[in-house]
């Protein structure tokens, strides 16, 4: 329930290299805590010029997030990339949403984000390939501060240029 195929300190880390090793051609991807901080309205740094690499070879993305369209669309615009705002993840509706937009099989397609129990469990229960990366920052306080803690024990324990060697 909590595969993960690849595992990246940070979206940064992912390359067009790693995508075409794992036969992946779209990216389902999560808003907060893996392109910027939560309920921040600007991209981490270096999430701009990432885009543009993947667009330039040729790699479909689109922002898959439970937030509202509220939140998602002025993100997503600034980034010109689709977005499905209200995923319910880690159910399969927004994923679903997300792979007719973008038209490629979902044997091509990889969920990409820094939760276990949305976006890891989203993408083995839809049997996705799952790239987890290591949330920006970690949450201080509320739920998401508590749901970091119970993620401990399937957070993974090396990252994919570790098992490479």
């Known amino acids: 329930m909590f595969r993960i195929d690849i595992a990246l300190k940070s979206v940064l880390d992912l390359t067009p290299e790693i995508l075409q090793e794992n036969n992946i051609k779209g990216l389902l991807m999560d808003l907060d805590n893996t392109l910027t901080t939560h309920d921040n309205p600007r991209p981490a740094d270096g999430v701009v010029e990432w885009i543009d690499l993947m667009k330039r070879n040729g790699i479909k993305m689109i922002i898959v997030s439970n937030n509202h369209a509220e939140?998602?669309?002025?993100?997503?615009e600034?980034?010109?990339?689709?977005?499905?705002?209200e995923g319910k993840k880690p159910l399969a509706n927004g994923f679903n949403r997300a792979q007719k937009l973008m038209d490629i099989p979902f044997e091509n397609l990889a969920v990409v984000g820094d939760q276990i129990y949305t976006d890891v469990l989203g993408a083995n229960l839809k049997r996705v390939k799952c790239i987890f990366v290591f949330p920006i920052e970690h949450e201080k306080k509320?739920?998401?501060?508590?749901?970091?803690?119970?993620?401990?024990?399937?957070?993974?324990?090396?990252?994919?240029?570790?098992?490479?060697?």
Do not use: N, Q, T
């Not at 739920?143 to 803690?149: D, E, G, I, V």
């Open 78 to 85: 600034l980034l010109g990339l689709d977005f499905v705002p």
């Open 142 to 165: 509320g739920f998401l501060a508590f749901k970091r803690k119970i993620e401990g024990p399937f957070l993974p324990k090396k990252l994919y240029s570790e098992k490479r060697r």
């Open 71 to 76: 939140r998602v669309r002025p993100f997503a």
